[in-house]
């Protein structure tokens, strides 16, 4: 299983910002997809995650804010990230979790600022 992540960049505050993330291979049906974000001297946390059949979790810090979807059919990801601050500054990362196994993609770079 791979996982590719885009949508990553500079954005002033305020702004918006669209992460994808496509996975590719073997692709169980009942999955669990993420986002996860890990900022310079932090540990990694938990953005959002949705199941494939459409509930989803959002950290306290994004609720509100950030949105994430998913299509099934693409085995794709999706976070819509409003209304950003200079603490949403991190590296982002995607994952799956399907059978017990999760997988990672490689990171995409969000940074927010003036």
């Known amino acids: 299983v791979q996982l590719q992540a885009c949508g990553g960049g500079l954005v002033q505050p305020g702004g918006s910002l669209r992460l994808s993330c496509a996975a590719s291979?073997?692709?169980?049906?009942?999955?669990?997809m993420g986002w996860y974000r890990q900022a310079p001297g932090k540990q990694r946390e938990l953005v959002a995650s949705i199941f494939s059949g459409g509930r989803t979790n959002y950290a306290d810090s994004v609720k509100g804010r950030f949105t994430i979807s998913r299509d099934n059919a693409k085995n794709t990801v999706y976070l819509q990230m409003n209304s950003l601050k200079p603490d949403d500054t991190a590296v982002y990362y995607c994952n799956i979790n399907q059978i017990g196994e999760i997988y990672w993609g490689q990171g995409t770079l969000v940074t927010v600022s003036s």
């Open positions: 291979g073997s692709i169980f049906r009942g999955n669990v």
